[in-house]
């Protein structure tokens, strides 16, 4: 994600990369992953992709891009929330449908991926690269762990 495309998509146009692995896991037991490198988002995913696993590393490019929220959920101010039945909750279950406040819906309006005028500030942003894994715990949950990557 980032990257500006002229020609077909227009001057300034962000395009958010993802990438699908033909893999059980991306690592030891990684099953999606979210980077943020030089303002730039790429999702990666795996086979072991549940119906939440996609739209929670959506919502971490949304967090990365959005210059207001340093990369964190607008709810509890950290990568993830607190409640085990939303979406940005570090441990999903794949068959259940999670919640989605509407703090975090507006939070998706100051992200450069889908704001104009954010994309247009972005020579005075230089957001910190960063990396979300979704992994499998030991007891078969998926849980999230936020590194920065430098």
């Known amino acids: 994600?980032?990257?500006?495309?002229e020609g077909e998509f227009g001057a300034g146009t962000h395009i958010v990369k993802i990438y699908y692995m033909n893999l059980d896991t991306l690592g030891p037991t990684a099953v999606g992953k979210c980077y943020?490198?030089?303002?730039?988002?790429?999702?990666?995913?795996?086979?072991?992709?549940g119906i939440n696993i996609l739209a929670h590393e959506f919502g971490?490019?949304?967090?990365?891009?959005?210059?207001?929220l340093n990369g964190n959920d607008p709810i509890s101010r950290a990568p993830h929330n607190t409640d085990p039945n939303n979406l940005m909750y570090p441990s999903s279950e794949l068959k259940?449908?999670?919640n989605i406040e509407q703090a975090q819906r507006e939070?998706?309006?100051?992200?450069?991926?889908?704001?104009?005028?954010?994309?247009?500030?972005l020579q005075y942003y230089m957001f910190p690269n960063r990396s979300i894994d979704i992994d499998i715990g030991e007891?078969?949950?998926l849980k999230?762990?936020?590194?920065?990557?430098?």
């Open 1 to 5: 994600m980032g990257e500006n495309y």
């Open 139 to 141: 007891n078969g949950k």
């Open 60 to 68: 971490h490019a949304f967090y990365y891009s959005n210059p207001y």
């Open 36 to 49: 943020q490198i030089n303002n730039h988002i790429h999702i990666v995913v795996s086979n072991w992709l």
């Open 144 to 150: 999230c762990e936020a590194s920065r990557i430098m």
């Open 107 to 121: 939070a998706v309006q100051n992200s450069y991926l889908v704001n104009a005028t954010v994309a247009a500030q």
């Open 96 to 98: 259940k449908e999670k």
